[in-house]
Protein backbone atom coordinates (compact mmCIF):
# COMPACT_ATOMS: atom_id res chain seq x y z
CA UNK A 1 0.00 0.00 0.00
CA UNK A 2 2.71 2.60 1.08
CA UNK A 3 5.11 1.29 -1.70
CA UNK A 4 7.86 -0.35 1.32
CA UNK A 5 9.22 -3.88 1.36
CA UNK A 6 11.83 -3.48 3.79
CA UNK A 7 12.27 -2.37 7.50
CA UNK A 8 16.10 -1.29 8.91
CA UNK A 9 15.01 -2.11 12.85
CA UNK A 10 17.06 -2.81 15.81
CA UNK A 11 13.70 -4.53 17.23
CA UNK A 12 13.21 -1.57 19.13
CA UNK A 13 16.04 -2.50 21.70
CA UNK A 14 19.73 -0.19 21.48
CA UNK A 15 20.76 -2.75 19.64
CA UNK A 16 19.62 -5.66 17.53
CA UNK A 17 21.24 -8.27 19.90
CA UNK A 18 19.00 -6.56 22.50
CA UNK A 19 15.74 -6.82 20.38
CA UNK A 20 15.96 -10.47 19.12
CA UNK A 21 12.86 -11.36 20.58
CA UNK A 22 10.98 -8.43 18.62
CA UNK A 23 12.84 -8.86 15.49
CA UNK A 24 12.09 -12.75 15.72
CA UNK A 25 8.13 -11.86 16.23
CA UNK A 26 8.04 -9.24 13.16
CA UNK A 27 10.07 -11.81 11.08
CA UNK A 28 7.63 -14.07 11.46
CA UNK A 29 4.77 -11.01 10.76
CA UNK A 30 6.25 -9.92 8.17
CA UNK A 31 5.92 -13.15 6.22
CA UNK A 32 2.06 -12.37 5.59
CA UNK A 33 2.57 -8.84 4.67
CA UNK A 34 5.95 -9.23 2.58
CA UNK A 35 8.32 -6.79 3.77
CA UNK A 36 11.76 -7.84 4.87
CA UNK A 37 13.22 -6.90 8.41
CA UNK A 38 16.77 -5.70 7.94
CA UNK A 39 18.72 -6.21 11.33
CA UNK A 40 20.74 -3.20 12.26
CA UNK A 41 22.37 -1.26 14.97
CA UNK A 42 25.79 -3.09 16.96
CA UNK A 43 25.72 -6.21 14.74
CA UNK A 44 29.45 -7.59 14.76
CA UNK A 45 31.30 -10.76 13.30
CA UNK A 46 31.14 -11.64 17.12
CA UNK A 47 26.98 -11.91 16.97
CA UNK A 48 25.99 -11.85 13.90
CA UNK A 49 25.58 -15.93 13.42
CA UNK A 50 23.63 -16.37 16.89
CA UNK A 51 21.63 -12.73 15.82
CA UNK A 52 20.21 -14.35 12.57
CA UNK A 53 19.89 -18.13 14.09
CA UNK A 54 17.91 -16.43 16.98
CA UNK A 55 15.94 -14.17 15.03
CA UNK A 56 15.40 -15.78 11.67
CA UNK A 57 16.16 -12.69 9.61
CA UNK A 58 17.99 -13.07 6.42
CA UNK A 59 19.49 -9.66 6.14
CA UNK A 60 21.29 -7.22 8.44
CA UNK A 61 22.76 -4.09 8.28
CA UNK A 62 26.16 -2.46 9.61
CA UNK A 63 29.05 0.26 9.10
CA UNK A 64 31.70 -2.44 9.60
CA UNK A 65 34.09 0.50 10.93
CA UNK A 66 36.42 1.65 13.00
CA UNK A 67 38.15 5.19 13.47
CA UNK A 68 41.15 6.14 12.65
CA UNK A 69 43.08 9.07 14.05
CA UNK A 70 42.94 12.01 11.21
CA UNK A 71 43.84 15.50 13.21
CA UNK A 72 43.18 17.69 9.90
CA UNK A 73 39.27 16.19 9.39
CA UNK A 74 36.17 18.08 10.22
CA UNK A 75 33.38 17.37 9.39
CA UNK A 76 31.15 20.29 10.18
CA UNK A 77 27.83 20.06 12.48
CA UNK A 78 27.05 16.41 10.84
CA UNK A 79 29.41 13.55 11.96
CA UNK A 80 29.29 10.45 13.07
CA UNK A 81 33.17 10.66 14.79
CA UNK A 82 34.56 12.95 16.42
CA UNK A 83 36.11 15.67 14.41
CA UNK A 84 39.75 14.45 14.73
CA UNK A 85 38.96 10.97 13.70
CA UNK A 86 37.77 9.40 10.91
CA UNK A 87 35.39 6.46 10.56
CA UNK A 88 36.39 4.27 7.89
CA UNK A 89 35.18 0.70 6.58
CA UNK A 90 37.15 -1.98 8.82
CA UNK A 91 37.67 -4.65 6.19
CA UNK A 92 39.13 -7.32 8.96
CA UNK A 93 35.64 -6.75 10.48
CA UNK A 94 33.54 -7.30 7.15
CA UNK A 95 35.22 -10.03 6.29
CA UNK A 96 34.71 -11.30 10.20
CA UNK A 97 31.08 -10.86 9.45
CA UNK A 98 31.08 -12.72 6.17
CA UNK A 99 32.61 -15.96 7.63
CA UNK A 100 30.21 -16.11 10.23
CA UNK A 101 27.61 -15.99 8.21
CA UNK A 102 29.16 -18.65 5.68
CA UNK A 103 26.66 -21.87 5.48
CA UNK A 104 23.76 -20.08 7.08
CA UNK A 105 21.32 -19.46 3.73
CA UNK A 106 19.23 -21.87 3.15
Known sequence: ELGV???L???QAATASGGTETLRE??????KMLIQILAGSGIRGGNVRELVQQTGVSQVHGTFSRLIPEPQ???????FAPN???RVVDQTEVKS??????????
Do not use: H, I, K, P
Open 84 to 86: DQL
Open 97 to 106: VRAALEGLAG
Open 9 to 11: TSG
Open 73 to 79: YDSGSFR
Open 26 to 31: MVVASR
Open 5 to 7: NRV
